[in-house]
Every structure is written in structure tokens, then in C-alpha cells.
């Protein structure tokens, strides 16, 4: 039997007070989850959406969260 792994991109976000959270690339579409959340935000059809949504789901008047890939 052969094991076959799946690699998936992620994305962490950090804010200024942290790791605000993430965003996974799963085929063809891009999930967010914010940090210390039990479910994902959303899933989005670009990186761009997918980045603009966990942004909107920061504090009103937070500053664009630094994204690395890991």
C-alpha cells in the first residue's frame, strides 16, 4: 500500500497584538479561520478575498494584519 499526503498552504496573520489568524489553501478555495474561533469565518475563491474577509473580521479600525506563509 502506498501513503499519499496531501500539502496544503497556510497562511498565518499576525496583527499588533499577535496571531490574529489563518488562512488554508484547500484545492481550490481559501478558508479562514480567526484565532481562538471553534469553526472557520468563510471559505473565499482568491487569496485577495480571502485576506480582505479575515480582515473584516478584526476589531473596527485595526491595521492590515502581515501574512506568512508556514
Known sequence: MTATSTHHA???AYGATGVVGTIRKDDDEYTVTMADADAPAGTY???????SALHSHMR???DWPEFRQH
Open 10 to 12: 497556510l497562511w498565518v
Open 45 to 51: 475563491p482568491s487569496m485577495e478575498v480571502a485576506k
Open 60 to 62: 473596527p479600525g485595526s
